[in-house]
């Protein structure tokens, strides 16, 4: 596969699975509310569309998985009057990127709100040349933004300022067929060592199962991050560590090479056309909170009864800590004062805390911590297809407090690299390793075309 130019690569956001889909705009313009009007270039980014009316709604850009969280709003507040554009896999974020890129250019045309299509996109949303999002740290009450964990809101906390909010958060578990686990004997590892050695026996004793999937985009999330391989540290002003070379990447790579070796690792990748067929055998995997429900539930078809979760993998000898998976940001316009500023203020307090989307509709643990325990209690335990509810929570509420720092959104995306040049190596039956300077390359190569400084020791 041709590895997809830097250009292109500035466009090729982070994919959430909560946030299922990039944006389609063609229409944006004539969909914003008519009323802002400008005075020059200079001056237009300040001027406020206060009024909100049936006339002059807030105007609201969202994928259809959060349409359900708009009406609960709407039902919550019929005195604001909402418009929705609906953000569809039509387009690309590159294209998302440019229409905000016009909005600047003619002074009108920006949502008052937006869930992002990717998590990459704050990076410019909230950078000096688009300029979009709305440092909301004064906005949004100081009980809702305590609400958050840290490593939950890091990557919305911007320079000291606060561009947006988690929608929900996908930090790492690990996730295993209880039914198969019990039935063969085996106990679930604890360590990245034991999750090798146990993949490596059920290579041995069941050959067609599998204890990963490598091929999307997340894989570098779950395996990479987890390890605290910098691939996109941002270790200063504009300045990012990129060393593929560190031993907490090559550890990585040994392990991923042994579990491919013995055919317990599979190239296919978690959103790929073939995931289900790999998704049935999967006995074991690392993965985020949402695998349960949207994977191995909607997605593999394993049976009620079978898959649960436990606490994710550690590093011995390193610090404790796990990826994420997603997690999807909710940002509001700069561009606003007055009512809409308020209104807009009320939706993304909603948006992040209300329990009447957060705990009733949302299918990710919410990022909102008060909302959690409900959400889990909902969603897992009375549930009826998970084995050993009672272990998953506890899971995830310490899986959330262990996400690795040090992992920003920035220009580039990580994930998109390594499909474009890791993933086409593993679908040749080749080893991991035989990949990786290439990969290394190409995120050094794309940092700096995106105007980084970057540090490779």
């Known amino acids: ?242 060393n593929l070379n560190d031993p907490t990447c090559t550890r990585v790579e040994n392990m991923l090479d042994a579990l491919i070796k013995a055919k317990v690792a599979s190239p296919v990748g978690i959103f790929d056309t073939a995931a289900a067929k790999v998704g049935a055998k999967l006995v074991m995997t690392p993965g985020a909170a949402w695998y349960g429900i949207y994977l191995f539930e909607d997605t593999f078809k394993v049976p009620a009864g079978q898959i649960t979760a436990t606490y994710p993998l550690q590093w011995p000898g390193s610090p404790p800590g796990t990826g994420d998976e997603g997690g999807g940001l909710w940002s509001m316009s700069k561009h606003i004062s007055g009512q809409r500023q308020a209104d807009t203020v009320k939706f993304m307090e909603f948006m992040a805390s209300a329990p009447a989307w957060q705990v009733a509709l949302t299918t990710g643990l919410p990022a909102y911590h008060p909302d959690d325990a409900a959400w889990i209690q909902k969603n897992i335990v009375k549930s009826g297809y998970f084995a050993d509810p009672s272990q998953i929570g506890p899971a995830f509420l310490k899986a959330a407090s262990l996400i690795r720092p040090n992992h920003e959104y920035l220009l580039y995306d990580e994930g998109a690299i390594w499909t474009d040049t890791v993933t086409p190596v593993l679908s040749e039956g080749k080893p991991i390793s035989a990949a990786w300077s290439a990969y290394q390359t190409e995120l050094v190569n794309n940092a700096k075309l995106n105007g980084y400084k970057v540090v490779t020791r």
């Open 1 to 242: 596969m041709t590895v997809v130019s830097a250009q292109h690569r500035r466009g090729a956001r982070r994919y959430a699975i909560t946030t299922a889909g990039v944006v389609a705009v063609s229409t944006a313009l004539a969909m914003s509310t008519p009323a802002l009007a400008t005075t020059s270039r200079a001056t237009s980014h300040l001027i406020a569309r206060d009024a909100v009316s049936k006339s002059n709604p807030l105007v609201i850009w969202v994928d259809p998985p959060r349409i359900p969280a708009v009406k609960a709003f709407e039902k919550a507040y019929p005195n604001i009057p909402v418009s929705i554009t609906t953000l569809s896999s039509s387009a690309s974020n590159a294209g998302l990127e440019a229409k905000f890129e016009l909005f600047n250019k003619s002074g009108s045309g920006w949502p008052d709100a937006i869930f992002w299509p990717g998590n990459s996109a704050i990076a410019w949303a909230a950078g000096s040349q688009i300029n979009y999002a709305a440092n909301m740290k004064n906005l949004v009450s100081k009980k809702i933004q305590a609400g958050y964990p840290k490593p939950v809101a890091a990557p919305c906390e911007i320079n000291g300022g606060l561009y947006c909010l988690r929608n929900d958060v996908a930090p790492d578990v690990l996730w295993y067929n209880a039914k198969l686990f019990k039935k063969w004997g085996y106990t679930a590892p604890t360590t990245w060592p034991q999750y090798e050695a146990l993949g490596l026996k059920i290579a041995k004793q069941h050959p067609g199962y599998y204890v990963a999937m490598l091929g999307d985009n997340y894989a570098v999330e779950r395996y990479l991050w987890s390890s605290g391989c910098p691939t996109n540290d941002l270790i200063g002003n504009n300045t990012v560590k990129i």
